[in-house]
């Protein structure tokens, strides 16, 4: 399981940040936003290395923006495995994105708690995150769909009152 969980979650992170880079590119397209460095020196501070301008700065800012939604999706490709998958599943890892995100900017001192930010800068992290969240969700749950219910999808089946509707689609849905 932890095999699949970790090779199916680098992809379906991948998905998810491509996703998220691509709807983030439309946005600043529309709205004139700014190309946020946070990434780049969240990664600077945690390496120690420079937060200097430049190509340097521009490489560790695409560094952590895929490194870090790539190695999330495989948490939420071990939730897909253990039969955490749908909507529901996708909102709790969305969740997990955006705290992932906080605990590292506060912690190196680049950010700020998000009550702090402006509405409507919350509002576009928010949104883009969870784009992020529900196409690397998707993904996942895919890929694990192709081996069944997972453990937990197999016990609900089992236990009277509960049902499983977490388990693959049907041909030509979703």
């Given at each position: 399981m932890l095999r699949n969980a970790l090779w199916e979650g680098?992809?379906?992170?991948?998905?998810?940040?491509?996703?998220m880079t691509v709807g983030e590119k439309i946005e600043q397209a529309v709205t004139g936003r700014p190309n946020s460095h946070v990434p780049?020196?969240?990664?600077?501070?945690?390496?120690?290395a420079s937060e200097s301008a430049g190509q340097h700065s521009t490489?560790?800012?695409?560094?952590?923006?895929?490194?870090?939604?790539?190695?999330?999706?495989?948490l939420r490709s071990v939730m897909a495995e253990v039969g955490l998958r749908g909507p529901l599943a996708s909102s709790k890892f969305t969740v997990v994105?955006?705290?992932?995100?906080?605990?590292?900017?506060?912690?190196?001192?680049?950010?700020?708690?998000?009550?702090?930010w402006p509405r409507s800068e919350l509002a576009i992290d928010v949104l883009h995150k969870s784009v992020y969240g529900f196409v690397?969700?998707?993904?996942?749950d895919a890929l694990a769909a192709r081996r069944g219910l997972g453990p937990g999808g197999r016990h609900a089946e089992r236990v009277p009152g509960r049902h499983s509707d977490v388990g693959p689609l049907p041909?030509?849905?979703g």
């Open positions: 680098l992809i379906a992170g991948a998905a998810g940040v491509a996703a780049g020196r969240v990664l600077a501070r945690l390496t120690g490489t560790l800012n695409w560094t952590m923006h895929f490194g870090q939604g790539i190695a999330l999706g495989v994105r955006l705290t992932n995100d906080q605990i590292l900017e506060n912690a190196t001192g680049v950010g700020a708690p998000p009550q702090t690397t969700g998707a993904v996942a041909r030509g849905s």
